[in-house]
């Protein structure tokens, strides 16, 4: 079993930053991809990023690329979304997520219980 807890999100004017943390506990998740969803009241839940096992491979939303940077810290078992540049659309719960496997291609596993992220205009 994998526990996630999302820290980091807030209420921010547009244009602002924010840096989310993913704490992992229980099983070890170093072999295991990990990622950032999000999901925006009546909209289904997307992946903002991904990122392999070993931090090299990451993968991104379009509407988030060049604004957003996933890393992880393995030695931490902690996942980060770094954001940047912040609209309103970007307005929504963040959810923290294992993978099955080390690589993105597979599945989420485990979720976390979600921070809220408000972008106000």
């Known amino acids: 079993q994998v526990e996630l807890v999302e820290s980091g999100g807030g209420l921010v004017q547009a244009g602002a930053s924010l840096r989310l943390s993913c704490l992992a506990s229980?099983?070890?998740?170093?072999?295991?991809?990990m990622g950032w969803f999000r999901q925006a009241p009546g909209k289904e839940r997307e992946l903002v990023a991904g990122?392999?096992?070993?931090?090299?491979?990451?993968r991104y939303a379009d509407s988030v690329k060049g604004r957003f940077t996933i890393s992880r810290d393995n030695a931490e078992n902690t996942v980060y979304l770094q954001m940047n540049s912040l609209k309103p659309e970007d307005t929504a719960v963040y959810y923290c997520?294992?993978?099955?496997?080390?690589?993105?291609?597979?599945?989420?596993?485990?979720w976390g219980q979600g921070t809220q992220v408000t972008v106000s205009a």
């Open positions: 997520t294992v993978y099955s496997g080390p690589l993105l291609v597979s599945t989420p596993d485990y």
């Open positions: 229980g099983r070890s998740v170093t072999y295991r991809a």
């Open positions: 990122i392999n096992w070993s931090g090299d491979t990451t």
